[in-house]
């Protein structure tokens, strides 16, 4: 079994920025790809942002490119999201996410997921 556990989140003013860090423990060696999502009240959960275990490659969510970026360093197996230029609409709950399968579309389907770590920015 995996476990996620996200921190970092907070409350910041538009424009501000915010280090998501998500720490996996258990199997870890089993996720090929690991993610974010985010959801807020009333809202299905959205895809943020993806990225390939062993060879690094990313997926961003279109209205976060050039603003996030997703990182990861497996040697502590955890992954970051850096977020720049924050607005009102990234305020969510964000979640972390890893998945066993590197071959289908990385925005869905994933086996295990964090509790999720608030993010707020005020206007």
């Known amino acids: 079994q995996v476990q996620l556990v996200e921190s970092g989140g907070g409350l910041v003013q538009a424009g501000g920025s915010l280090r998501l860090s998500c720490a996996a423990s258990g199997f870890t060696a089993r996720m090929a790809i690991m993610g974010w999502f985010r959801q807020t009240p009333g809202k299905e959960r959205e895809f943020v942002a993806a990225?390939?275990?062993?060879?690094?490659?990313?997926y961003y969510l279109d209205s976060v490119k050039g603003r996030f970026t997703i990182s990861r360093d497996n040697d502590i197996a955890t992954i970051f999201l850096q977020m720049n230029s924050l607005k009102p609409e990234d305020t969510a709950v964000y979640y972390c996410?890893?998945?066993?399968?590197?071959?289908?579309?990385?925005?869905?389907?994933?086996?295990?997921w964090g509790r999720g770590t608030q993010v707020t920015v005020s206007s």
């Open positions: 996410a890893g998945r066993n399968n590197r071959y289908s579309d990385p925005t869905v389907n994933y086996d295990y």
């Open positions: 990225i390939k275990r062993v060879a690094g490659t990313t």
